[in-house]
Structure formats: C-alpha cells, structure tokens
T-cell receptor, first 110, second 112 residues
C-alpha cells in the first residue's frame, strides 16, 4: 500500500455540508494526488501537490479545495457537497515515475 | 473529453485464453503509458508500463504492445487465470508532475 492511509474509508453526508478527506503517507514522498473514480470515466485528477503548500488544479477541480501543511498529509475538502460529488476518491503518491494508490474513500452525498 | 480511449468496456475469456485490451490517444506529448489492475474495494495497482521508444514490453504473462504511429497501445494477458479477473485501466502521462490521464477501464472476467 506504499504507506498510504485514507480516512475515512466510507462516508455518507448531506447535500450542502462540508466534507474533508484525509490522505496520510509515511514515506516522505514529495508528490501527492487526489483522483475520483466514476463508472465510464476511469480516474480523473482533482488536485495535486508537489510539496508543502504547493498545490495545483487537475481536470475536475471545481467544488474542491486541498491543503498540504505537512509533507505527510494531503487534505481534500468539499466546501459544500453536492450529489454529483458522490464518488470513490483515491489518493496517490509518486515514487520515481510510478504512482501508488491508497485504498480509496467511498463518499455518498444524499 | 477523455484523452485516452479504452476498449472494450468488458470482456469474458476462458481460463487459458488471451485477454486483449486496447487504448488510443491523441496527444503526442504523452511519454509514459502505464497499465493498472484494480480489484473490487482496492486501489489501482501498477501492472506494467512502457515508454514510446519501445514497441513491446513483457512481464510474465502480461505484455504491452505500443504503436507510436497509430497512437495506440494494448495489453495482452496470456494464459488468463481466474485470479486475473479485475478491472484494467490504461493511462498516459506527459509531464514531470506525473499527472495521469486514465482510460475508462475494462472489466475482465476469466471463467474457469
């Protein structure tokens, strides 16, 4: 699992509430990523980070923000959850040229 | 729009058969093409990867074939086993940030 822990693993939340997903890594990797996985779309990049406080947008960043105040933690926040954000969210780290993924967080917005 | 197109969406193969999954891309700036395997409830795991200066790469029963002129690459799973039943994703990357563009995925079922 490349030392990646995502929390929570499952969450059900109501429309309009804020939600924060956490990705924690134990091996000091510089690059971290948040992807969402939806049927028919594969995985799509939401945001990524190339160091502490260095983040940038991916292809589906609307409605999401991220923060990285420590090397080991990369947080994904849905400021006001919508039903279209129901998805499985994966965190990844980059080691050499390879990406390693966490176990995922299944988020349901009702 | 999806920058990497993957087909088929699903396939069923008998044990011992060959599974073939195809991907096509448009952006010639892509320079790294990995394949990921995903089991239910798990994150994707890197299976095998290729760069465009190589036309074929084999690791065990898994082979990537790469056609640069056609902008296509494919995964062949030889001697398919029930344990290979999973969803397979192709992907492509073009920059030093390591951002991946994924195909939509192929669900492979290997029957005993």
């Amino acid at each position: 699992d490349a030392g990646i822990t995502q929390s929570p693993r499952h969450k059900v939340t109501e429309t309009g509430t804020p939600v924060t997903l956490r990705c924690h890594q134990t091996e000091n990797h510089r690059y971290m990523y948040w992807y969402r996985q939806d049927p028919g779309h594969g995985l799509r990049l939401i945001h990524y980070s190339y160091g502490v406080k260095d983040t940038d947008k991916g292809e589906v960043s609307d409605g999401y923000s991220v923060s990285r105040s420590k090397t080991e933690d990369f947080l994904l926040t849905l400021e006001s959850a919508t039903s279209s954000q129901t998805s499985v969210y994966f965190c990844a780290i980059r080691y050499n040229t390879e990406a390693f993924f966490g176990q995922g967080t299944r988020l349901t917005v009702v | 729009q999806q920058q990497v197109k993957q087909s088929p969406q699903s396939l069923i193969v008998q044990k011992g058969g060959i599974s073939i999954i195809n991907c096509a891309y448009e952006n010639t700036a892509f320079d790294y093409f990995p394949w990921y395997q995903q089991f239910p409830g798990k994150g994707p795991a890197l299976l095998i990867a290729i760069r465009p200066d190589v036309s074929e790469k084999k690791e065990g029963r898994f082979t990537i074939s790469f056609n640069k002129s056609a902008k296509q690459f494919s995964l062949h799973i030889m001697d398919s086993q029930p344990g290979d039943s999973a969803t397979y994703f192709c992907a492509a990357s073009m920059d030093s940030w390591g951002k991946l563009q994924f195909g939509a995925g192929t669900q492979v079922v290997v029957t005993p």
